[in-house]
T-cell receptor, first 112, second 116 residues
Framework: KQEVTQIPAALSVPEGENLVLNCSFT??????LQWFRQDPGKGLTSLLL?????REQTSGRLNASLDKSSGRSTLYIAASQPGDSATYLC???????????FGAGTRLFVKA | DVKVTQSSRYLVKRTGEKVFLECVQD?????MFWYRQDPGLGLRLIYF???????EKGDIPEGYSVSREKKERFSLILESASTNQTSMYLC???????????????FGPGTRLTVL
């Protein structure tokens, strides 16, 4: 059974810092991994999707990587800004499965 | 851009009422989902629809039903609302998988339901 874990649960950094959010999964049968952002009381916004055949994806200041052999994905945020403050969730799908398994999220606070 | 809309941002209902939550997507996606999100429990899948009139139970279907009569619309129904169904409800859609490409999921803004 696939389990997705995000550590730490919360993170506070000063503005301008580069940071890495971590996501671990237990089953290497993961077929793709998606990173989302969620603002308080709002829905999830898709940030990046990595297929299992890819190792990383980039969008602006965001870079996500996927390493199936180690069971890890990371979301790198460059030059963090207060507007980046939100909860970041990772979610994976296994080969042949329709379900997406979500991590509990990392709550990020970027101090001005 | 994909747009997923939900009929209400906030909803307050009484115990025992029948509640309808509506979700509409504008990108012709085959797959649609209903989740609920609770503090400490994360996102849990209630129901999934892979096409019109097709549905699959998720992890917590008890107390809920769904309807998918048109491709763009997926409704979640609480037949008799209870206080333990107070939650944030999130709808999502996704294009069906094609070959070895698994597509990304897009979410609506959520409906905060309170059952008194």
């Amino acid at each position: 059974k696939q389990e997705v874990t995000q550590i730490p649960a919360a993170l506070s950094v000063p503005e301008g810092e580069n940071l890495v959010l971590n996501c671990s999964f237990t089953d290497s049968a993961i077929y793709n991994l998606q990173w989302f952002r969620q603002d308080p009381g709002k829905g999830l916004t898709s940030l990046l999707l990595i297929q299992s055949s890819q190792r990383e994806q980039t969008s602006g200041r965001l870079n996500a990587s996927l390493d199936k052999s180690s069971g890890r994905s990371t979301l790198y945020i460059a030059a963090s800004q207060p507007g980046d403050s939100a909860t970041y969730l990772c979610a994976g799908r296994n080969t042949g499965g329709f379900k997406t398994i979500f991590g509990a999220g990392t709550r990020l606070f970027v101090k001005a | 851009d994909v747009k997923v809309t939900q009929s209400s941002r906030y909803l307050v209902k009484r115990t025992g009422e029948k509640v309808f939550l509506e979700c509409v997507q504008d990108m012709d996606h085959e797959n649609m989902f209903w989740y609920r999100q609770d503090p400490g429990l994360g996102l849990r899948l209630i129901y999934f629809s892979y096409d019109v009139k097709m549905k699959e139970k998720g992890d917590i279907p008890e107390g809920y039903s769904v309807s998918r009569e048109k491709k763009e619309r997926f409704s979640l129904i609480l037949e008799s609302a209870s206080t333990n169904q107070t939650s944030m409800y999130l709808c999502a859609s996704r294009q069906r998988d094609r070959g070895r490409t698994y597509n990304e999921q897009f979410f609506g803004p959520g409906t905060r339901l309170t059952v008194l």
